[in-house]
């Protein structure tokens, strides 16, 4: 017996009517791209805390470099010290994939859209992830002398060019 027609799944897609369309929305795809940046930083942080771990006696890797002691080296610190370090290492390496991941779904499904909430939620990860990693990474390099990773201020500038090209189309002046 054919499927009652009425049980069948509906597949339209419900659109309101003042939806801005993913051809009006610019910049959305810089904020896409944007999010594949911490997902590389994140995969790259996870994978070196774990060889730091595996290969302990070695000089701490940095993804670009070597830092002048080993995680072994780090019982010396306290008894906790090479502990906390593969927690930061892998829990951080794990949230910012997270992180990464929400803002490349955000910025696809959202943002092309039009959608405010969206372009808000961007904003946060741009001033939370962005401003502070930059910061941060600048004040690592300065103090260890490790080559400049760029990903953190590509992160940023790509965050920042894609909110502002996306802006007047999310937020519509309402006198034009």
């Known amino acids: 017996m054919p499927p009652n027609s ?9 659109v309101p009517s003042d939806a801005t369309t993913a051809a009006t929305v610019p910049g959305w795809r810089l904020n896409f791209a944007a999010g594949f940046v911490p997902l590389i930083a994140g995969l790259t942080t996870l994978v070196t805390s774990w060889v730091n771990v595996a290969r302990g006696d070695a ?30 290492g892998s829990v951080g390496g794990v949230n910012i994939v997270a992180a990464a991941i929400a803002v490349i779904v955000v910025s696809r ?24 990693d930059a910061t941060l990474a600048t004040r ?16 940023v500038a790509l965050m920042t060019a894609g909110l502002l090209r996306s802006r007047r189309a999310v937020f519509p002046n309402p006198a034009d």
């Open 140 to 155: 690592f390099f300065a103090a260890t002398g490790q080559p400049v990773m760029v990903l953190p201020y590509t992160y």
């Open 109 to 132: 499904f959202a943002l092309r859209e039009g959608r405010r909430w969206a372009w808000w939620f961007l904003a946060f990860c741009l001033v939370w992830v962005g401003l502070h």
């Open 59 to 88: 000089p701490l890797w940095t993804g670009l470099g070597q830092l002048p002691f080993s995680y072994s080296d780090l019982a010396g610190v306290g008894p906790g010290a090479a502990a906390w370090l593969e927690l930061n």
């Open 6 to 14: 009425a049980s069948a799944p509906i597949r339209a897609r419900v």
